[in-house]
């Protein structure tokens, strides 16, 4: 998607070698197609054998997960309904099974709607109300949430073989440049009724910043930081 084409471009231009696995190649556009570091996997991912993703990471630092349901009815009420999720649990199981010499960094994009129970998010009663109904009736966001309580539960804050991150944006927006962005340990507005903005461009930027810049990946290692665009 928009989001992770700008990543991939962020990370090629700082001279990372990138590999990416994508349902079709023509989202990616042929400047980065042609690109000497990019390595290029044409698939779906649930498609892959678990030998196929196993061969895909091994050796990876990092792992990144952009993916998302395309908005259409089908693409929203159709099959695979745990796209996000299973496809999650089936990196992290290759990766451990990589057995890595340190801790790979994993990140996933997930949005200010899923709560992270770690932490004590007050919500409003009504929103409380339409996050229940979108559970039930708008599979994408079961889908989100349950990729990142796979990583919060089952993978954990302490895992030898994988350290992870849970980005939330909120009201993503297009934008040409990167522009000054602010995060937080929960959200600060409601994702409902009180949305903020960030352009998809800053969240790409700071998936890159978590890859790159050691201090910050501890600062938020194994939580999921709300992401909005200074004003």
């Given at each position: 998607g928009a989001t992770g084409r700008l990543l991939v471009k962020m990370l090629l231009d700082a001279g990372h070698q990138v590999k990416v696995i994508v349902r079709s190649s023509e989202s990616l556009g042929d400047e980065l197609l042609a690109h000497a570091h990019l390595s290029l996997v044409q698939a779906s991912i649930l498609d892959l054998s678990d030998a196929a993703v196993l061969e895909h990471v091994d050796g990876c630092e990092v792992v990144v997960s952009c993916l998302g349901h395309?908005?259409?009815?089908?693409?929203?009420?159709?099959?695979?309904?745990?796209?996000?999720?299973?496809?999650?649990?089936?990196?992290?199981?290759?990766?451990?099974?990589?057995?890595?010499?340190?801790a790979v960094k994993f990140v996933?994009?997930?949005?200010?709607?899923?709560?992270?129970?770690?932490?004590?998010?007050?919500?409003?009663?009504?929103?409380?109300?339409?996050?229940?109904?979108?559970?039930?009736?708008?599979?994408?966001?079961?889908?989100?949430?349950?990729?990142?309580?796979?990583?919060?539960?089952?993978?954990?804050?302490?895992?030898?073989?994988?350290?992870?991150?849970?980005?939330?944006?909120?009201?993503?927006?297009?934008?040409?440049?990167?522009?000054?962005?602010e995060l937080h340990a929960s959200p600060m507005r409601s994702a409902i009724f009180d949305a903020g903005q960030v352009s998809r461009i800053n969240v790409a930027r700071l998936m890159a910043d978590l890859i790159e810049d050691e201090a910050l990946w501890l600062v938020w290692q194994g939580q999921m930081p709300v992401v909005y665009s200074k004003k």
């Amino acid at each position: 998607g928009a989001t992770g084409r700008l990543l991939v471009k962020m990370l090629l231009d700082a001279g990372h070698q990138v590999k990416v696995i994508v349902r079709s190649s023509e989202s990616l556009g042929d400047e980065l197609l042609a690109h000497a570091h990019l390595s290029l996997v044409q698939a779906s991912i649930l498609d892959l054998s678990d030998a196929a993703v196993l061969e895909h990471v091994d050796g990876c630092e990092v792992v990144v997960s952009c993916l998302g349901h395309r908005m259409s009815f089908v693409g929203m009420f159709g099959q695979p309904r745990q796209l996000v999720t299973d496809a999650i649990r089936n990196l992290c199981k290759a990766v451990i099974k990589s057995k890595p010499n340190q801790a790979v960094k994993f990140v996933l994009m997930g949005s200010s709607g899923v709560k992270n129970k770690d932490v004590l998010e007050k919500t409003s009663w009504a929103q409380q109300c339409v996050i229940g109904l979108l559970r039930l009736f708008l599979p994408p966001h079961a889908d989100n949430e349950n990729a990142a309580e796979y990583l919060r539960v089952e993978v954990g804050a302490e895992h030898p073989m994988i350290s992870w991150v849970v980005v939330r944006p909120d009201g993503l927006v297009d934008e040409k440049q990167v522009s000054a962005y602010e995060l937080h340990a929960s959200p600060m507005r409601s994702a409902i009724f009180d949305a903020g903005q960030v352009s998809r461009i800053n969240v790409a930027r700071l998936m890159a910043d978590l890859i790159e810049d050691e201090a910050l990946w501890l600062v938020w290692q194994g939580q999921m930081p709300v992401v909005y665009s200074k004003k």
